[in-house]
């Protein structure tokens, strides 16, 4: 298999967030010969309420900066969440505006009820057939996926990949990606009590389903397959490097020092890249969850070959 190029530029202070990101960007754009559309999307995590390590959007200023300098027009775009604070567009977008994503406009993909959704067949897939992908996201003509690598409690760490299987899905994907199909299409999900939940309850909560992580990394893999376009660009601030999501509500501080900025065409390959920068430079295995790369290559939606190329 074609290695892919990974771009990066490393990261030694918070006051280069910023810049770096742009530079990066523009070489990516540049050496891939990259045609950009007069409007892209720029998808993002717009930060649980009371989490501080998700990428703020001061740190993408000089990107906009750049796409607008070539004539394209930008929106932030998000999805709804199962459950919790973020899981309505009123609320969404009010929790978005506080946390500073007010320069171009923000838009939640799925609708304000989460049920804004396309049905995207896929092929290979172990676990599904079709995924519930956010219509806005899935009709966006070219997506600049801006992710944030970090530990994840589940995946083992956060990136590409869990930024297009989770990020893209709509609340109901959201629900069947995390949770079981079973779940009733009108269900509310309160994530707190559903863990508390016995089978006969109000939410069939299956634990051996849940909490089985090569399962949900596997239902993960296939969604972000479903979400994949052939033009998406991918920016990575592995920066913040945290122990858990930007879903989770706590207040967390880093547990290694900042990586750099990665981006690439290829979610498999820039993932695998920054996993691999990270474990050599600790000189030890850091985050977890490398078996989402495997079971991602293998049912095509990128390569764990890689050519790093230092901008």
């Not at 296939?222 to 660009?233: M, Q, V």
């Not at 474990?279 to 030890?284: A, F, N, P, S």
Request: hydrophobic share 35%.
């Amino acid at each position: 298999m074609k290695a892919a190029k990974v771009y990066y530029q490393p990261i030694t202070n918070k006051s280069k967030w910023n810049s770096t990101a742009k530079i990066v960007l523009k070489k990516l754009i540049a050496d891939s010969k990259i045609k950009l559309e007069k409007d892209i999307t720029l998808k993002i995590h717009s930060g649980e309420p009371g989490n501080i390590s998700f990428i703020k959007p001061k740190y993408m200023n000089a990107v906009i900066d750049y796409l607008e300098e070539e004539n394209v027009k930008t929106v932030f775009m998000e999805t709804n969440t199962a459950g919790g604070p973020r899981s309505t567009g009123k609320n969404h977008r009010q929790i978005a505006k506080t946390h500073g994503f007010t320069r171009i406009p923000f838009i939640v993909a799925d609708g304000d009820d989460g049920r804004d959704q396309v049905l995207v067949s896929i092929k290979n897939g172990k676990h599904f057939k079709q995924c519930k992908i956010a219509r806005k996201l899935h009709e966006s003509k070219q997506v600049l996926v801006i992710s944030h690598f970090k530990g994840h409690c589940m995946t083992g760490y956060g990136g590409a990949i869990k930024m297009l299987g989770i990020g893209y899905a709509s609340k109901r994907g959201k629900i069947e990606a995390h949770a079981i199909p079973e779940i009733p299409e009108n269900e509310t999900i309160d994530w707190d009590k559903a863990k508390n939940e016995s089978s006969t309850g109000q939410i069939n909560w299956n634990e051996e389903y849940v909490y089985a992580n090569f399962s949900f990394m596997e239902r993960t893999a296939e969604y972000a397959l479903a979400a994949k376009k052939p033009n998406d660009i991918h920016l990575i601030y592995a920066v913040s490097l945290v122990e858990n999501c930007d879903c989770d509500s706590t207040k967390m501080t880093p547990i290694y020092a900042d990586l750099g900025v990665f981006a690439s065409r290829d979610p498999v390959a820039i993932d695998k890249a920054m996993l691999d920068m990270l474990d050599k430079r600790q000189g030890k295995a850091t985050y977890t969850g490398r078996y989402i790369l495997d079971y991602a290559q293998k049912i095509g939606l990128g390569s764990k070959s890689y050519q790093l190329i230092k901008v």
